[in-house]
T-cell receptor, first 109, second 111 residues
C-alpha cells in the first residue's frame, strides 16, 4: 500500500465548475500538507501549504485537512481553462516530501 | 528574487554512461532536495542536502550521489545509467521551513 493515495483521474469539468481533488494517507507522522500544480513538462508549483486540521483559503483555492481521517482535499472554485494541469498532493514529517501520483484536470471552455 | 534554476533542460545519454545535473537554489534558501519523476507519477525523493551534508536519502541506490556547494547550489550525479533512469529530475530548495520550491526540471532520456 502506498503511503499517499490520489485518484489519478483524468478529471474533466466545464469552466466555472467547482473542482474537488482528494488524497488519503496512511502515515500518522505526516504533519505538513501541500498541494502543487504541475503544467505539462514543467516543475511543480506550490499552491497551498497547511499544517493543522481545518480549512485554508487563498483566492479560488481552499485546502482542507482532516488528520483524524487522514484525508486532505483541494477545492477550486470558478474553475478556469488555465487551471488545466496535474495537481499533486504532498506531505512530510521530516524534510522529505511524499507525493501522490497526481490528478490530471482539464477545464473545458 | 531568483527562483530555482536547473541545467541542462534536456539530456540524452546511453546506458552505462554517467550524468551530472545542476541546480541553483532560490535566494536565501540553504537546503536542496532532489526528486525523480517518472512519466505519469508523482516525484520520488532521492536525497536532501543541508549545509553541504546529505540530510536524508530515499530508496535510491548508491550510484545516485550528490554534492552541495558553499553557495548552496547542488549537483546530482548518476553513474552506470540504466534505461529506467529516464525521468524528469527535479530540484527543490527550502529554508528552515517545510515549504519546498521546485525548479523546472531536467528531462533525462537514457537510450
Amino acid at each position: 500500500q502506498k503511503e499517499v493515495e490520489q485518484d489519478p483521474g483524468p478529471l474533466s469539468v466545464p469552466e466555472g465548475a467547482i473542482v474537488s481533488l482528494n488524497c488519503t494517507y496512511s502515515n500518522s507522522a505526516f504533519q505538513y500538507f501541500m498541494w502543487y500544480r504541475q503544467y505539462s513538462r514543467k516543475g511543480p508549483e506550490l499552491l497551498m501549504y497547511t499544517y493543522s486540521s481545518g480549512n485554508k483559503e487563498d483566492g479560488r483555492f481552499t485546502a482542507q485537512v482532516d488528520k483524524s481521517s487522514k484525508y486532505i482535499s483541494l477545492f477550486i472554485r470558478d474553475s478556469q481553462p488555465s487551471d488545466s494541469a496535474t495537481y499533486l498532493c504532498a506531505m512530510n514529517s521530516a524534510r522529505q516530501l511524499t507525493f501522490g501520483s497526481g490528478t490530471q484536470l482539464t477545464v473545458l471552455p | 528574487e531568483t527562483g530555482v534554476t536547473q541545467s541542462p533542460t534536456h539530456l540524452i545519454k546511453t546506458r552505462g554512461q554517467q550524468v551530472t545535473l545542476r541546480c541553483s537554489s532560490q535566494s536565501g534558501h540553504n537546503t536542496v532536495s532532489w526528486y525523480q519523476q517518472a512519466l505519469g507519477q508523482g516525484p520520488q525523493f532521492i536525497f536532501q542536502y543541508y549545509r553541504e551534508e546529505e540530510n536524508g536519502r530515499g530508496n535510491f541506490p548508491p550510484r545516485f550521489s550528490g554534492l552541495q556547494f558553499p553557495n548552496y547550489s547542488s549537483e546530482l550525479n548518476v553513474n552506470a545509467l540504466e534505461l529506467d533512469d529516464s525521468a524528469l529530475y527535479l530540484c527543490a530548495s527550502s529554508s528552515e521551513g517545510h515549504e519546498q520550491f521546485f525548479g523546472p526540471g531536467t528531462r533525462l532520456t537514457v537510450l
